[in-house]
């Protein structure tokens, strides 16, 4: 880690957004993340062509910040001459790390693509452009949601992480011991490469509902419960999240995780706050 980088090892992650005001604000959010010193940045993917271009764009805007920019790229609804395509692009534009995933199933009868899994896209992305990029692959501490079970996604997992990634970057969740459980299997496995821990502010509970249930991500009972009790007091919910998910971090960090990935929601104040809570 270079003497430039924030002490405790923290990422961001944004989404491109589809407005221009949505963009102009993500420039001042990435101005003041960028301000923390964050080993890297990601952005998210959709599938598509117009949100593919999308990414791109905000990746180089991103990357203005002159803060690593690692984007998104998915194998699901991708051929393998597009993909080439996009590799040699992100090379070109000095794109020195990406997340690999295999992304969502298209909705309808929308192609799967050649590549089905995010090891075959890793091991593709290495046969194609060699060491150039740190590759980056998702964990899911409490079970990928199309998983039969917690054994099975770890075994996936470290599939992964055997076909040639750097790291890997958790989806987010509330319990500790859910992530320590996954790592120690996932050691177990022969996996040795940094498994980061995501985290997710709680700054609406509908939302976050809504999101938790899509990607099988838990929710404590005791938390809903409180968050529930706050009705729409935003300022209540805010400020508990906080506390919440502070003592989540210090925990995870306290316990060896090695950094933390932040999603942001395009947003810098509650990501803020809770950085600021562990540095103090």
Same mark, same amino acid.
């Given at each position: 880690?270079?003497?430039?980088?924030?002490?405790?090892?923290?990422?961001?992650?944004?989404?491109?957004?589809?407005?221009?005001?949505?963009?102009?604000?993500?420039?001042?959010?990435?101005?003041?993340?960028?301000?923390?010193?964050?080993?890297?940045?990601?952005?998210?993917?959709?599938?598509?062509?117009?949100?593919?271009?999308?990414?791109?764009?905000?990746?180089?805007?991103?990357?203005?910040?002159?803060?690593?920019?690692?984007?998104?790229?998915?194998?699901?609804?991708?051929?393998?001459?597009?993909?080439?395509?996009?590799?040699?692009?992100?090379?070109?534009?000095?794109?020195?790390?990406?997340?690999?995933?295999?992304?969502?199933?298209?909705?309808?009868?929308?192609?799967?693509?050649?590549?089905?899994?995010?090891?075959?896209?890793?091991?593709?992305?290495?046969?194609?452009?060699?060491?150039?990029?740190?590759?980056?692959?998702?964990?899911?501490?409490?079970?990928?949601?199309?998983?039969?079970?917690? !054994? +099975?996604?770890?075994?996936?997992?470290?599939?992964?992480?055997?076909?040639?990634?750097? /790291?890997? @970057? *958790?989806? &987010?969740?509330?319990?500790?011991?859910?992530?320590?459980?996954?790592? !120690? +299997?996932?050691?177990?496995?022969?996996?040795?490469?940094?498994?980061?821990?995501?985290? /997710?502010? @709680? *700054?609406? &509970?509908?939302?976050?509902?809504?999101?938790?249930?899509?990607?099988?991500?838990?929710?404590?009972?005791?938390?809903?419960?409180?968050?529930?009790?706050?009705?729409?007091?935003?300022?209540?919910?805010?400020?508990?999240?906080?506390?919440?998910?502070?003592?989540?971090?210090?925990?995870?960090?306290?316990?060896?995780?090695?950094?933390?990935?932040?999603?942001?929601?395009?947003?810098?104040?509650?990501?803020?706050?809770?950085?600021?809570?562990?540095?103090?």
């Amino acid at each position: 880690m270079s003497s430039h980088e924030h002490p405790l090892g923290i990422s961001f992650e944004f989404f491109p957004p589809s407005t221009d005001a949505g963009r102009d604000k993500l420039i001042h959010v990435r101005d003041e993340l960028a301000a923390r010193k964050p080993r890297f940045f990601s952005v998210t993917y959709g599938a598509g062509g117009s949100t593919q271009a999308r990414t791109r764009e905000v990746v180089r805007a991103v990357g203005e910040s002159g803060i690593n920019t690692a984007p998104h790229l998915s194998c699901i609804g991708s051929e393998k001459a597009q993909l080439r395509d996009l590799l040699a692009q992100y090379r070109e534009e000095g794109v020195e790390s990406l997340v690999a995933l295999r992304g969502d199933m298209p909705s309808g009868m929308g192609s799967i693509g050649e590549l089905r899994y995010a090891n075959e896209l890793v091991e593709f992305i290495r046969a194609e452009t060699g060491d150039h990029f740190d590759i980056a692959v998702a964990a899911y501490p409490e079970s990928h949601p199309q998983a039969p079970n917690l !054994d +099975k996604d770890v075994e996936n997992f470290a599939r992964k992480m055997k076909a040639g990634a750097n /790291m890997a @970057i *958790t989806q &987010y969740f509330f319990t500790a011991d859910a992530y320590f459980n996954f790592v !120690d +299997k996932a050691r177990a496995l022969g996996v040795e490469q940094p498994i980061i821990p995501g985290i /997710m502010p @709680i *700054t609406n &509970y509908t939302k976050l509902a809504r999101f938790s249930d899509a990607c099988g991500a838990e929710i404590p009972r005791w938390i809903r419960k409180q968050l529930e009790s706050y009705g729409d007091d935003s300022e209540a919910i805010a400020a508990f999240g906080t506390d919440v998910v502070s003592r989540l971090c210090q925990r995870l960090l306290e316990g060896g995780a090695p950094g933390l990935h932040f999603y942001t929601l395009n947003q810098a104040v509650p990501v803020l706050k809770i950085v600021d809570n562990l540095t103090d």
